[in-house]
């Protein structure tokens, strides 16, 4: 069976993949039966698709995709007689081999699989295709998800407290379910969530985004004790991410307002106007250079914190919030 899962919302793509795994995939051959691949170039995945079959039980192949898609560093193209031979190896899978393409796309990005390519409209018209767009907090489904992933865990959420869980976290799934976890353990051996377990428990985006407030404005002071106030409850790479999606997020809006309106800018990116409106309004006295070096501390503290330079793992972003 072949399956094409691509979209921003990577985390009911990875919950998709484990169902299929727990259903097809043999436990006590799970080592050699289940296999990551990470886009695999032409020779490559012609000997994963016409892997044979085994003795062992069925196959589950996760193929890691992205690049066969967007103009990205490594991109991989193929040629028509590649194309070809990949289209008459999808037609004679063995029943026991699964494969499962993967297209992730950054979350808040304006990305879109371009569906007009050969590969896409190949691996399309043989497999079961499913995009999962990234669900916004107003999206109708939001709200079950967390009841079930709540329920999951043991946990009784009443409405009013799930609407109160979405306007403090948003709609990051992984957030979501990452703070529901700790809710559990929190409350424990009480299984009913309230507004302020959330208050007291759940580090709020909005608080986030006050830290990055700070950081525009250049209050070095309120953002380092907002950024400890944070680690608290985050971690710290958890909000150096956010931190330098809100900053590409701004250099892009900042560069758009040159040439679009605030409708068009809100349109690209999958945005309210009002927000946009918002994010303009605080951009207005900021020169670009300033969020451009912002952006390069942010990184460089990354780096820092990835390669293990310095011992303590908070002191590079609090160094790059410093300067």
Known sequence: MLYFYHGQEDFLIEEEINKLKN???DKAFLSTNYRVYDNPKYIELLDILRTPSLMFGSILAVINCEKYFFDIKGKIN????????????????PDTLNIVFVCKIDRDSAKKIDTRRKIFKIISKYASTVEFPQWKPYSKELPGWIQKQAKKKDLIIPADVIKFLIDRLGSNLRVIDTELEKLKLSIYPSKSVKKEDIQNVCTSTEDIFVLTDYILEGQKDKAMLEFQKLCTNKHYLEILSVLQTNFSKMAGIKVDSISKTPFEIAVKNHLPEFIVKKHLEKLKKVPMDRIIQIRKNLLEAEYRVKTGEMAFYELPVEIALLN
């Open 23 to 25: 259903k097809l995939v």
């Open 78 to 93: 193929f040629e028509d007689k590649e194309l070809k031979l990949i289209e008459e190896a999808l037609q004679i899978v």
